[in-house]
T-cell receptor, first 115, second 116 residues
Framework: AQSVAQPEDQVNVAEGNPLTVKCTYS??????LFWYVQYPNRGLQFLLK??????LVKGSYGFEAEFNKSQTSFHLKKPSALVSDSALYFC?????????????FGKGTTLSVSS | GAGVSQSPSNKVTEKGKDVELRCDPI?????LYWYRQSLGQGLEFLIY????????KSGLPSDRFSAERTGGSVSTLTIQRTQQEDSAVYLC??????????????FGEGSWLTVV
């Protein structure tokens, strides 16, 4: 089965501190993993993806994610959080079982960055 | 256009009425997806189009929901006899070469549907 789990509903961090938003996955075969961000009353914006290659993936707005095969994790990270990073973050895995290989999303994690 | 375009951005409708939601994908994208986002349900996959064809319609919540795509471009999601539980954000997304696992799927801003 293809699935992702985001164990934290909310993450709180002070501006300037590093942030981590956790994601674990369960897949049959190779994982194709994605992170999206949703700002209030907006659609989803693509941040980054892991397909193959380097375990550390760099994306938009200074975000990066570390793929860890042994721990089946794909945590989103940023060295120094900004208040403007406050948003809802979704981890997703490509569903390779179905024709369209649609994304299967986690429940989302709300990131709150305080000044 | 530069991104996925959806209309209307907001729709308030009375229970029992039909609604149509439109999606204009990124130019050249052959794959088109519809998702529903509702409180407590997260992001729910509804249907996928490759060109004008939808191989699997099993994600549609009920037979009140239908979708079509014409000319390999614009798609319409229709909800007949709307119910209050249909209130949600309907997100459309597109991708180049559906079925390619590494391709990025890009989302529109969504159509916010409220059934009163």
């Amino acid at each position: 089965a293809q699935s992702v789990a985001q164990p934290e509903d909310q993450v709180n961090v002070a501006e300037g501190n590093p942030l981590t938003v956790k994601c674990t996955y369960s897949v049959s075969g190779n994982p194709y993993l994605f992170w999206y961000v949703q700002y209030p009353n907006r659609g989803l914006q693509f941040l980054l993806k892991y397909i193959t290659g380097d375990n550390l993936v760099k994306g938009s707005y200074g975000f990066e994610a570390e793929f860890n095969k042994s721990q089946t994790s794909f945590h989103l990270k940023k060295p120094s959080a900004l208040v403007s990073d406050s948003a809802l973050y979704f981890c997703a895995v490509r569903d390779i079982r179905q024709a369209g290989t649609a994304l299967i999303f986690g429940k989302g994690t709300t990131l709150s960055v305080s000044s | 256009g530069a991104g996925v375009s959806q209309s209307p951005s907001n729709k308030v409708t009375e229970k029992g009425k039909d609604v149509e939601l439109r999606c204009d994908p990124i130019s050249g994208h052959t794959a088109l997806y519809w998702y529903r986002q509702s409180l407590g349900q997260g992001l729910e996959f509804l249907i996928y189009f490759q060109g004008n064809s939808a191989p699997d319609k099993s994600g549609l919540p009920s037979d009140r929901f239908s979708a079509e795509r014409t000319g390999g471009s614009v798609s319409t999601l229709t909800i007949q006899r709307t119910q209050q539980e249909d209130s949600a954000v309907y997100l459309c997304a597109s991708s180049n070469l559906g079925g390619q696992f590494g391709n990025t799927i890009y989302f529109g801003e969504g159509s916010w549907l409220t059934v009163v």
